[in-house]
């Protein structure tokens, strides 16, 4: 997402894919449309990753495999082939727990 956090969210994530030998591109988008997902869908990445942007938009249509990893209010459009990991979907204290364990994955 084009914005302070989700932009340092997607520099820490493409360190964390470099490290570990990963192929990957990047893309910083001010939003998700119809646009980008039929781009998405002709590129049929193995995965995608969106930071800081997915959980309020409908990925319905969106075929490739992909994570979300977001802190927006979820709408949950999507489908099976999307995961999303959102702290709005988390207590507190399971928040904290998953960050503790994001930080030693990473």
Not at 12 to 35: P, Y
Not at 76 to 103: D, P
Request: net charge neutral; proline share 2%.
């Amino acid at each position: 997402h084009y914005d302070a956090d989700g932009i340092s969210s997607a520099a820490i994530l493409c360190s964390a894919l470099r490290r570990n030998g990963n192929d990957f591109s990047i893309r910083i988008v001010k939003r998700i449309d119809e646009d980008l997902i039929e781009e998405l869908n002709a590129e049929n990445p193995d995965l995608i990753i969106f930071t800081d942007i997915g959980s309020s938009y409908d990925l319905t249509n969106l075929k490739p495999r992909a994570i979300i990893l977001d802190h927006h209010k979820s709408k949950k459009l999507f489908k099976k082939n999307v995961l999303e990991i959102n702290s709005m979907n988390f207590s507190i204290e399971e928040f904290f727990l998953f960050h503790r364990c994001i930080r030693k994955i990473l």
